[in-house]
């Protein structure tokens, strides 16, 4: 049986951003700040405050969990989260949306251009 993600979507700009930077590995906050700015080529600049609240919907959602430290010598020691697998379904279907969103928006930009040529 599929799951049924539509209750989950659309995807908050932040929380979506949050997914994509936890996509490929595990990140500490600062890190995920750091791979959304990189990401959006600096269009979306993420602070901490909404960072850590989005997290925490995130992981109460099922979306995220912290993941094991790794070892090192900070201190204190940062945390580090990661995707769920449920997490990773529920981005995927977004990306699907917003794809159909782009390409319904590029149909009625075209039909709009040859509106104007006539």
Known sequence: MK???SAMLPLSPAAL???LALAAEDRHGYGIIKEVARQS?????LGSGTLY????????RGLVKEAAVPSS???PPRR????????RRVLEADLVRLKSVVREARLHLRAAESGKAS
């Open 3 to 5: 799951d049924d993600l």
């Open 73 to 75: 010598k900070e201190d």
């Open 41 to 45: 080529r600096g269009h979306y600049k």
């Open 17 to 19: 951003h949050i997914l």
């Open 80 to 87: 580090y989260y990661r995707m769920t697998e449920f997490g």
């Open 53 to 60: 609240d989005n997290l925490q919907k995130l992981m109460e």
